[in-house]
């Protein structure tokens, strides 16, 4: 297993799902978000880092590039590499600390800066809902324009070991085939 489909009903839910990554993360981990605008990548880290022991409010590294925050288990790096053009831009931001394996690491954008990813990593490709895409519907109160398709991959021989266990603490979120 090195992939989960995952589905979230609204922007509460993506938060409870990223709070549950997140009690799979450890210090020195990666985890590249990926999707369109609006599709919820700081939303996640905003589930996420509270689960980490984060008491800062979240928001979105857009414009500064990169916000640090301090958590109970590791710092928590939020990067946001949108709006940069080479890959020495992102080497500017301090990417290199990512290597120093004791933060807790998540780029929106990630696809972006690939070469620079270490080998094990999280990906977390969020979609806006599509229901042509996807072999189920939300149900008739959900609206679609918050439902939310999660794709977790695995990247590396670490992240493909602790999949399965993740994989159990998110059957609440299993998007059926």
Do not use: N
């Amino acid at each position: 297993m090195t992939c989960l489909q995952l589905r979230t009903a609204d922007p509460a839910d993506t938060r409870r799902l990223a709070a549950t990554v997140a009690g799979a993360l450890r210090p020195g981990d990666v985890v590249s978000l990926t999707g369109e605008l609006g599709a919820g990548k700081t939303c996640f880290v905003q589930g996420a880092a509270p689960a980490l022991g984060v008491a800062d409010r979240i928001t979105s590294p857009s414009f500064v590039l990169r916000r640090d925050y301090r958590g109970d288990l590791a710092t928590v790096l939020h990067l946001d590499v949108y709006r940069l053009d080479t890959l020495g831009e992102v080497l500017d931001l301090g990417y290199e600390e990512v290597a120093e394996g004791e933060r807790i690491t998540f780029i929106e954008w990630g696809d972006a800066m690939s070469q620079l990813l270490p080998a094990d990593h999280l990906e977390v490709e969020l979609r806006l809902g599509d229901l042509d895409a996807v072999a189920f519907a939300p149900p008739a109160d959900e609206p679609e324009a918050e439902v939310r398709h999660v794709t977790i991959h695995a990247h590396g021989d670490d992240w493909a070991r602790r999949l399965p266990g993740l994989a159990v603490d998110l059957q609440p979120w299993r998007a059926e085939a």
